[in-house]
């Protein structure tokens, strides 16, 4: 391809999506996307929604003409949830199924197992929401297209502050997960920085059901926050027993409560509750749009932020296979380590020097039993 075509191409993806106009019909052998994630298991709502996304990316890429006029295929890799088989999974879709790039995780635990093995392979792979800083960090080779915790974790505690009034945080903590550790740690710095305290902190393990103990000790601090940098299971378990003891602090979250079920789960006890995320799917952007609009008419919901950065992860792989007029690796890394102002569902992607994006936060409250969309806060 040359040139001008290279820099129209996602331009002209975008348009024929848009429209709806007939494409070419992509030929010739599949470019094959590596996707893997938590299908099953602990987190399944997590890989449910990431690989609906997925699903309607390449559905869209191949209705407009595919990767570089090559029809393209996600190979799927479930993890089940459990530490240990991410790394597996990277190996087998490089090695067996010849992927061009991976797509995966959602949590940075399950992330930074697999990012390894694609930097030492050399082959891209773009996460769509694990925020911990530590997974771009791992080399050249991994790429973000959401906010990192830096961000996140600074948001939610001067949200807390300034909006909520809060001056008393207790934390509960997954001492077993990089995502909950790190964004703990820019909460509280950032909580304290302002002038508020941090009056418990308290842990458990990833998996844990009982967390009354912790909260029985949190009660007795009369903190008035609780930050529980967890995922939706624990939120909701959380919430409920913190009501049964009669901890009235506000319950704080960041991206990992995001899911259906978290109000299935914690019910009534999350009035109140706050939590950052990264997309909105009340957007009224056109292209998020036509996304929601898909979503819907496929889903019968609407999609949550991971199933829109997923769809978006997707789509800026094409976009630089389409820039770097390949997908070999090397070309197809240096194209997507220059990706600006890509237009996405979730907004615009810049990947900075450290491959990371930097995104709007979303800020969630709990009322009347729905998740409704409050405030927004640029990086
Ligand atoms: N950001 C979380 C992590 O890094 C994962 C997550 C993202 C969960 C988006 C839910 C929604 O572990």
């Known amino acids: 391809m040359d040139l001008r075509l290279r820099l129209l191409a996602p331009v002209i993806t975008l348009l024929a999506f848009a429209s709806g106009a007939p494409a070419a019909a992509p030929t010739g052998d599949p470019v094959k996307l590596g996707f893997f994630m938590s299908i099953t298991g602990r987190d399944a709502s997590f890989g449910e929604a990431a690989l609906r996304g997925a699903r309607l990316a390449v559905d869209d890429l191949n209705a407009a003409g595919g990767i570089l006029g090559r029809?393209?295929?996600?190979?799927?890799?479930?993890?089940?949830s459990l530490p240990g088989e991410s790394a597996t999974a990277a190996k087998k879709l490089i090695t067996r199924n010849k992927v061009v790039a991976l797509i995966g995780e959602c949590a940075s635990s399950r992330t930074l197992e697999a990012a390894p093995v694609a930097q030492a392979a050399g082959l891209p792979l773009v996460t769509p929401a694990s925020t911990n800083p530590k997974v771009t960090a791992v080399g050249d080779c991994i790429f973000r297209v959401c906010f990192a915790d830096p961000f996140q974790g600074a948001v939610l505690a001067t949200y807390a502050w300034k909006n909520l009034g809060l001056r008393r945080a207790a934390l509960l903590i997954d001492s077993t997960a990089p995502y909950s550790v790190?964004?703990?740690?820019?909460?509280?710095?950032t909580?304290?920085?302002l002038g508020g305290a941090i009056v418990a902190s308290q842990k458990y393990s990833g998996g844990d059901k009982d967390f009354r103990a912790q909260l029985t000790a949190i009660r007795a601090t009369r903190a008035d926050a609780l930050f529980l940098p967890g995922y939706y299971v624990e939120a909701g378990l959380a919430a409920q027993q913190s009501r049964e003891l009669g901890l009235r602090a506000t319950l704080l979250g960041g991206d990992g409560f995001e899911a259906p079920q978290l109000i299935e789960i914690g019910g009534a006890a999350l009035e109140g509750t706050v939590y950052s995320t990264h997309y909105s799917a009340e957007s009224q952007d056109p292209a998020s749009r036509r996304f929601v609009a898909a979503y819907q008419a496929r889903h019968g919901s609407a999609p949550v932020g991971l199933a829109a950065l997923t769809y978006d992860s997707v789509q800026l792989?094409?976009?630089?296979?389409?820039?770097?007029?390949?997908t070999e690796r090397v070309a197809l890394k240096k194209a997507l380590a220059a990706t600006?102002?890509?237009?996405?569902i979730t907004g615009r992607t810049t990947l900075n020097d450290q491959r990371d994006a930097l995104k709007d936060a979303a800020i969630i409250t709990v009322r009347g039993g729905r998740c409704v969309f409050t405030d927004s806060v640029r990086p």
């Open 191 to 193: 909580f304290t920085a």
């Open 71 to 80: 029809p393209v295929e996600l190979v799927v890799e479930d993890n089940r």
């Open 340 to 344: 600006r102002d890509f237009p996405g």
């Open 182 to 189: 790190g964004l703990a740690e820019v909460f509280a710095q």
């Open 317 to 326: 792989v094409a976009d630089a296979a389409h820039r770097a007029g390949t």
